[in-house]
T-cell receptor
Framework: GNSVTQMEGPVTLSEEAFLTINCTYT??????LFWYVQYPGEGLQLLLK?????DKGSNKGFEATYRKETTSFHLEKGSVQVSDSAVYFC???????????FGRGTSLIVHP | GAGVSQSPSNKVTEKGKDVELRCDPI?????LYWYRQSLGQGLEFLIY????????KSGLPSDRFSAERTGGSVSTLTIQRTQQEDSAVYLC??????????????FGSGTRLTVV
């Protein structure tokens, strides 16, 4: 079956540091890949997505590239802000599957 | 509506009582999903609807859990005889359609259920 593995958190960074949150997946075929963000007390929000190999999703300074050869979709940001503190979820949706699969989430804490 | 609305936002109930959680999806979204998020855990899939139909109920944790959707819109998740292990945040999400794999999902803010 499909699965998503994320690095465990919390990830603690200083403001303006470079961020990487690793995500690898297992799926049959070529799934669509997503990153969601959950701010404290809120629901999940779609951050970015990529639907085919080598696609790069980007939004709000965050980027992730769909790497078929390494089955990865790592989230990156060049300079984090305190306001980026949240929990980040990697997710996939397989072709022909109606049930999206989420990782366990990675908490990011950014200090001033 | 403009977003996915869930109610109540918080619910404290006594062990053994029944609770109903409501989800109002984005107007026109035919697909609706329920997830459970427990402290320190990821998102646990519970059930999905295409229109009013729920083809796969295997994600529901026990027969105390049930869900329905009426008019292709509002969905209700019911937990009977609540137990302390049911305490979690229950999230609802909707999507324009079930079939297209490249759609993201719009989530509500969730209902935090505490069973005491």
């Amino acid at each position: 079956g499909n699965s998503v593995t994320q690095m465990e958190g919390p990830v603690t960074l200083s403001e303006e540091a470079f961020l990487t949150i690793n995500c690898t997946y297992t799926a049959t075929g070529y799934p669509s890949l997503f990153w969601y963000v959950q701010y404290p007390g809120e629901g999940l929000q779609l951050l970015l997505k990529a639907t085919k190999a080598d696609d790069k999703g980007s939004n709000k300074g965050f980027e992730a590239t769909y790497r078929k050869e390494t089955t990865s979709f790592h989230l990156e940001k060049g300079s984090v802000q305190v306001s980026d503190s949240a929990v980040y979820f990697c997710a996939l949706r397989g072709r022909g599957s109606y049930i999206p699969t989420f990782g366990r989430g990675t908490s990011l804490i950014v200090h001033p | 509506g403009a977003g996915v609305s869930q109610s109540p936002s918080n619910k404290v109930t006594e062990k053994g009582k029944d609770v109903e959680l409501r989800c109002d999806p984005i107007s026109g979204h035919t697909a609706l999903y329920w997830y459970r998020q427990s402290l320190g855990q990821g998102l646990e899939f519970l059930i999905y609807f295409q229109g009013n139909s729920a083809p796969d109920k295997s994600g529901l944790p026990s027969d105390r859990f049930s869900a329905e959707r009426t008019g292709g819109s509002v969905s209700t998740l019911t937990i009977q005889r609540t137990q302390q292990e049911d305490s979690a945040v229950y999230l609802c999400a909707s999507s324009p359609t079930l079939g297209a794999a490249n759609y993201g999902y719009t989530f509500g803010s969730g209902t935090r259920l505490t069973v005491v």
